[in-house]
């Protein structure tokens, strides 16, 4: 059985940083490129930030650069997201993607920034 199980949201200042975990299993996790997405109350959902199946390779949407980083420990089965320097319009549902002829979905995990 397919899992993606996203935690580390919550409610964070202005300014402050979340680390957010996508612990898979039920998959090879090793071989699917891994995604980032979000959605914000009555906006689509947008790709937030990806990886390659090794890492090595990165992408970000351009509201992120520079202060959110992806990263995956194939080791232990896992995404994260490292969101600094985080701002009220980052507020939304953070769902974990992953991808290679299929795509599976996590649950999301809320994060709202407020002061």
């Known amino acids: 059985q397919v899992q993606l199980v996203e935690s580390g949201g919550g409610l964070v200042q202005p300014g402050g940083s979340l680390r957010l975990s996508c612990a898979a299993s039920?998959?090879?996790?090793?071989?699917?490129?891994m995604s980032w997405y979000r959605q914000a109350p009555g906006k689509e959902r947008e790709l937030v930030a990806a990886?390659?199946?090794?890492?090595?390779?990165?992408t970000y949407a351009d509201s992120v650069k520079g202060r959110f980083t992806i990263s995956r420990d194939n080791a232990r089965n896992t995404v994260y997201l490292q969101m600094d320097n985080l701002k009220p319009e980052d507020t939304a549902v953070y769902y974990c993607?992953?991808?290679?002829?299929?795509?599976?979905w996590g649950q999301g995990t809320q994060v709202t920034v407020s002061s």
């Open positions: 039920g998959f090879t996790f090793s071989i699917y490129a």
């Open positions: 993607s992953a991808r290679l002829i299929v795509t599976y």
């Open positions: 990886t390659s199946s090794t890492g090595g390779v990165t």
